[in-house]
């Protein structure tokens, strides 16, 4: 099951929640994409401005941060962990850094078994971003050589987890900083052929059972 979202929870957080098995259902929230940003920035901006957490169980989940990097080259016991949540949810940031603490955890091999097993895949931003089948279009929005501590390479991932056979853009026409970026990314997919959709925040795609949606901004 997925459910992936422009921006924040969307405008269906209630179907993610129902998807999940209802309230209180446990969340690994991964944390990644934000890695270039300083552990105490993160913690500051948590402080004082937006606290995923927070967030998360306001909205009726149990969630708990995950970072991939404490599980490079550690795939099996990554699988052990995950058993115990419901949605792992992505966090926005940049996709490639993202991609590449899946890669290198194991993670995106780990996932299709939990897909199987009615775990929900969820993101917002970088988490929707990785989710299609390529991501050159999404190196017009974010930096593909980024790193940060705790990565060895730097290289740059042009395949996503192939979830959904297309690339998926955020925060088009949105009043988003990155709405800018996302338009300019539509128009490379478009030049270049690429299969895309665009979201705009609010918008949420959702697979359940083989049935994939794109469900539509409700609130202005």
């Not at 099996?76 to 290198?104: C, E, H, P, T």
């Not at 128009?187 to 299969?195: C, F, M, Q, S, T």
Request: with cysteine.
């Amino acid at each position: 099951m997925l459910y992936l979202s422009s921006y924040m929870l969307g405008d269906y957080g209630d179907r993610l929640l129902s998807m999940a098995g209802g309230h209180g259902a446990r969340m690994a929230v991964l944390t990644n994409a934000l890695d270039a940003i300083p552990l105490e920035a993160q913690l500051n901006h948590a402080r004082t401005k937006f606290d995923p957490l927070t967030y998360f169980l306001q909205s009726g989940f149990d969630p708990s941060l995950l970072d991939l990097r404490r599980y490079f080259g550690r795939r099996q016991d990554l699988a052990d962990i995950l058993k115990q949540y419901r949605v792992i949810w992505a966090l926005g940031g940049n996709s490639f850094l993202l991609r590449r603490a899946m890669r290198d955890s194991g993670f995106d091999a780990i996932l299709y078994d939990m897909l199987e097993n009615d775990v929900v895949y969820a993101g917002w931003s970088a988490g929707v971003c990785v989710a299609g089948d390529r991501m050159d279009a999404v190196a017009v929005m974010d930096e593909p050589n980024a790193t940060a501590p705790g990565y060895v390479t730097s290289d740059p991932i042009n395949t996503g987890l192939g979830l959904l056979p297309y690339t998926i853009i955020p925060h088009y026409e949105s009043d988003h900083p990155e709405t800018s970026a996302a338009s300019k990314s539509v128009r490379w997919a478009k030049d270049h052929g690429v299969e895309y959709v665009a979201l705009r925040d609010g918008e949420v795609i959702l697979e359940n059972q083989g049935r994939i949606e794109i469900l539509p901004k409700l609130h202005l």
